[in-house]
């Protein structure tokens, strides 16, 4: 019967991989597959979403005051169709490998695909483990920085404790994640998240506009070339959240339907960063150059207070998002991926959150290490390596003839793809990477010599 239900599959026509989950008339079942058991388009589209958006909705303001306003609307535009671009071009990675295993019969029942895998089975070891290197070292850091925002953020509603003891108390929160056994099972929590951010999206844009422009406000960016490239690193970023791209398309009923899933979320996502941004730098201009979240400018109310607790909640579902794949890789390393129990799966998740603890603690910089981690990881791991890995592996003239994905007519086929494969990994690699890695790391030192290592409250104002 087995051998049924696994078909062969032909040009990414997918058969449901998923097992039964019971008797789905009884009303345990029902309430369980609403809340939990997500493998439709609109849970990859709540997650991508989501996922994408973020802590960092609180820092592209301080980004904006690094670029200018013009330079800040235009990276976001330009960004995120480039994020847009590369995640489609690792979603047709994915189908094309999952496509060739199925035909060997390969049962993914019991087992989640990741990036590094798709590397190793389309190009081989090499190419796996420097994505999975790049990959869960931009995670580890991504986990890093949720911690980093929480602290940051509960200490505008609470200040009788400093940043460094919430990143110790939100550090053993965000451990629960460990119980949450795939994105498959991130339904609720994918949907609710993005509620939370739309929410503190249009309370920064209402409540900056009610606020007005504070007295003698500048506009002076771009004034240096490192606050520039490091403004712009830090969108780079920002549209830098398909790391986890596979991961989502596995748990999809229908991960042949991915295509067009991220662009549709990116174009929701800049309708909540563009008005954001662009209304607190109006409101506050050059003092953001000090405030790298942007929430610590805006009068305390009970609006800001819901802001500051629902991103808070949102920043527990993204430390999800980014330490699952994490978890699935030590669980695989050390032998326990496909065990049934999640107690078991649990309790061996349990290390990979200690380095990400230490390491807060140790980076509590807000703001200067997305800029960071974009430039030195991001600018990798979800635009050069998927680009170039596209290229390579249809370099061939028999892998293009027989892609299960073939380049859509508009972009010019195979000659279009190329171009624009080549073109993101120049640009990434120059302004990304190059540029935006010396002004990133020269930020993120002069953070280290102005606050120091360990610091106890980042960006705090000074008590009586």
């Avoid at 959240?241 to 295509?259: C, D, R, S």
Wanted: proline share 3%; glycine share 8%.
């Amino acid at each position: 019967m087995a051998s049924e239900k696994v078909e062969t599959v032909v040009a990414g026509n997918y058969v449901e991989m998923e097992r039964e989950e019971g008797d789905t008339r009884s009303a345990k079942s029902k309430l369980s597959k609403f809340f939990w058991h997500g493998g439709s388009v609109y849970d990859a589209w709540f997650s991508c979403a989501s996922n994408q958006v973020a802590q960092v909705l609180l820092t592209l303001p301080y980004s904006f005051s690094q670029l200018g306003m013009l330079s800040g609307i235009l990276f976001q535009l330009f960004y995120g169709l480039m994020g847009s671009w590369t995640a489609y071009l690792i979603s047709v990675l994915y189908v094309e490998y999952r496509t060739r295993k199925e035909r060997e019969k390969v049962d993914f029942r019991n087992h989640v695909i990741q990036w590094f895998e798709v590397l190793d089975g389309l190009l081989g070891k090499y190419w796996r483990n420097i994505g999975l290197l790049f990959n869960c070292t931009f995670l580890l850091f991504g986990s890093v920085i949720q911690l980093i925002a929480c602290a940051s953020n509960i200490y505008y509603i609470n200040d009788n404790l400093d940043k460094r003891t919430w990143t110790y108390i939100f550090g053993a929160c965000c451990a629960t994640t460990v119980f949450i056994p795939s994105f498959h099972n991130y339904r609720i929590w994918s949907f609710l998240g993005l509620m939370m951010t739309s929410y503190t999206a249009w309370y920064l844009t209402i409540a900056s506009l009610i606020h007005g422009q504070i007295e003698g406000v500048k506009h002076s960016g771009p004034t240096k070339m490192v606050l520039y490239f490091t403004g712009a690193t830090n969108i780079l970023y920002t549209f830098g959240g398909h790391a986890v791209t596979v991961e989502i398309m596995h748990a999809m009923w229908k991960p042949q339907k991915f295509k067009m899933i991220y662009l549709i979320a990116t174009l929701y996502v800049l309708t909540l960063t563009l008005p954001s941004a662009s209304a607190v730098y109006w409101a506050f201009g050059d003092l953001l150059l000090t405030h790298s979240n942007a929430l610590s400018l805006l009068p305390r109310t009970r609006f800001r207070d819901t802001a500051v607790v629902l991103m808070l909640i949102h920043q527990f579902i993204t430390f999800g998002f980014a330490c699952t794949p994490l978890y699935f890789v030590w669980e695989k390393f050390i032998g326990v991926h496909e065990t049934k129990s999640l107690l078991k799966r649990a309790l061996a998740r349990l290390p990979v959150v200690i380095p990400i603890w230490f390491l807060a603690i140790i980076f509590p910089f807000f703001g200067p290490i997305n800029s960071t981690v974009g430039s030195l990881l991001v600018s990798f791991t979800v635009y050069i390596i998927p680009s170039l890995a596209h290229m390579v592996t249809f370099a061939p003239a028999a892998a293009r003839e027989n892609a299960v994905e073939r380049p859509p007519s508009f972009i010019g086929g195979w000659a279009g793809m190329y171009s624009m494969n080549i073109f993101v990994v120049v640009w990434v690699l120059i302004v990304g990477f190059g540029f935006g890695g010396w002004a990133s790391m020269l930020n993120f030192i002069q953070q280290i010599d102005t606050f120091g290592l360990f610091t106890k409250c980042y960006q705090c104002p000074h008590k009586a």
